[in-house]
């Protein structure tokens, strides 16, 4: 019985012990990284957005009105520089957010998060093509020679820029779905082994509280065998002294 009571609580922790170390590799290997990259990823795409705005702070009114030379060529040398700048921000900032994608989908991923990165990935992919794009026009900017051709710059920079922040704006509804799919899945492997974690332990409390009622049993039926057995012993010595007859014999089992 003892054996059979160990072996239950033996195999009862093992499978509470595999299910969370199972839950706690999920966690650890794929769900917790998704969450850190995804939330890695998108904030390099806004700070990298938020760069290419500062050359919102240039404004050329401030200068169209001014036919000097001179002022004009320290507006080109202000946007230049200003550009020169933002791009080597952004290059820095893409490369951190191209890293994460990159281990993204490296990731194991459930049938539903894979579904969801696919949606994910058609909006990534626009976004990125029209990022290109809206850097090639700060690239300009920050080549622009003339100054004929700067208002022109401009208003390409600034009509790229509405367009990837519509872009970027949809594409973070699909991560925001893709986040709440993988953070709904952690819950539930976390939910799930917990409630392993639980029946593991009522499991190996009921078995242990039968193993003990079971040793308490046989603890009684051992003492009531011996008290038994002396009671007959006291028997048979109280008949040998009462008739001196020395052939009695106490019965005897096993």
Not at 123 to 134: A, I, N, P, T, V
Not at 204 to 215: E, K, P, T
């Amino acid at each position: 019985f003892s054996l059979i009571a160990l072996s239950i609580v033996g195999a009862s922790g093992a499978i509470g012990i595999g299910q969370l170390a199972d839950a706690l590799d999920d966690i650890q290997d794929r769900s917790g990284p998704a969450m850190l990259l995804m939330m890695k990823m998108r904030v390099r795409q806004m700070e990298s957005l938020k760069t290419m705005q500062d050359l919102n702070g240039f404004k050329i009114e401030d200068y169209a009105n001014n036919g000097d030379a001179a002022v004009q060529k320290t507006a080109l040398d202000e946007i230049n520089n200003l550009a020169a700048t933002v791009l080597s921000n952004v290059a820095e900032n893409d490369k951190d957010a191209d890293r994460a994608y990159e281990q993204y989908l490296r990731l194991p991923k459930t049938a539903i998060e894979e579904a969801q990165w696919k949606k994910v990935k058609v909006k990534l992919d626009l976004f990125r093509e029209q990022h290109k794009l809206y850097a090639n026009a700060v690239a300009a900017l920050g080549k622009a020679t003339n100054w004929n051709e700067l208002p022109g710059l401009i208003m390409g920079y600034r009509d790229k820029q509405d367009r990837v922040a519509g872009l970027h704006s949809r594409l973070s509804e699909e991560l925001n779905k893709l986040e709440s799919i993988t953070s709904a899945n952690a819950e539930q492997v976390r939910a799930g082994a917990t409630k392993t974690k639980l029946g593991a332990r009522m499991l190996i409390g009921a078995v242990v509280a039968l193993g003990v009622l079971g040793l308490g049993f046989m603890t009684w039926i051992i003492a009531r065998n011996i008290v038994n057995s002396l009671h007959k012993l006291r028997t048979t010595m109280m008949q040998v002294a009462e008739s001196n007859d020395f052939t009695v014999r106490m019965g005897m089992k096993g």
